[in-house]
């Protein structure tokens, strides 16, 4: 039996905005969670990020099922058979899911662009090189100046910025569950729910 086809949950990646008191423009993070909905997922976040209680919106989110080429799910940690393909939270020798923060610049923009990328690869060294290969890296690197795209946040890009999906879970997730990555080159990348999402839309259940 396949205990992830009979599991329900999923996992999930949102982006968040909010203004918080004294600050002068939006905030934004993203959070990597796992439930049935997005909606389960709101005492998770604001447990995570407190100042944004009931002032928050999703600018984005997508279920990740699917990245590159590799089928993403979740299982029961306790019940995960030993001789599945499977991320597991403290061993690097499998496939692993990374999340990439890229940011970049153009000539006389007052701003930072940002580019977030999901990459399936063996360790940390080989996201990068992947993340480096991206459309926007090559479309925001200024050659020559420091305003070269970088893995965020620093001039250059620095393995630190990079982080594995399985380590940046809530500990209430960590403890439950198990991520399975396989080679399936039938999967198609989930799609991204786009838009300003306000938190009471979740509240009325429109959504």
């Known amino acids: 039996m396949d205990i992830a086809k009979d599991f329900a949950v999923k996992l999930f990646m949102l982006?968040?905005?909010?203004?918080?008191?004294?600050?002068?423009?939006?905030?934004?993070?993203?959070?990597?969670?796992?439930?049935?909905?997005?909606?389960?997922?709101?005492?998770?976040?604001?447990?995570?990020?407190?100042?944004i209680?009931?002032?928050?919106?999703?600018?984005?989110?997508?279920?990740?099922?699917a990245v590159n080429g590799y089928r993403i799910e979740v299982v029961p940690r306790a019940q995960h058979s030993t001789d599945q393909p499977c991320v597991t939270f403290d061993d690097s020798d499998n496939k692993q899911l990374y999340f990439v923060n890229l940011g970049g610049y153009l000539p006389n923009h007052f701003e930072e662009f940002h580019h977030k990328l999901l990459i399936v690869a063996n360790n940390m060294s080989e996201a990068i090189a992947i993340?480096?290969?991206s459309e926007f890296y090559q479309q925001f690197d200024i050659t020559g100046t420091r305003a070269t795209s970088h893995i965020d946040d620093k001039y250059g890009v620095d393995i630190d910025e990079i982080h594995r999906v399985?380590?940046?879970?809530?500990?209430?997730?960590?403890t439950q569950y198990q991520l399975r990555i396989t080679a399936d080159e039938a999967a198609k990348d989930d799609e991204m729910v786009i838009g300003y999402l306000p938190k009471k839309l979740f509240d009325s259940d429109l959504i």
């Open 15 to 51: 982006k968040i905005g909010a203004t918080p008191k004294g600050r002068l423009i939006e905030q934004h993070d993203v959070f990597f969670g796992i439930a049935d909905d997005v909606k389960s997922l709101i005492p998770h976040f604001e447990q995570a990020w407190p100042e």
């Open 53 to 65: 209680t009931d002032i928050w919106h999703l600018d984005a989110y997508r279920a990740v099922t």
């Open 131 to 133: 993340a480096k290969r």
């Open 166 to 174: 399985a380590d940046v879970l809530p500990k209430a997730f960590k």
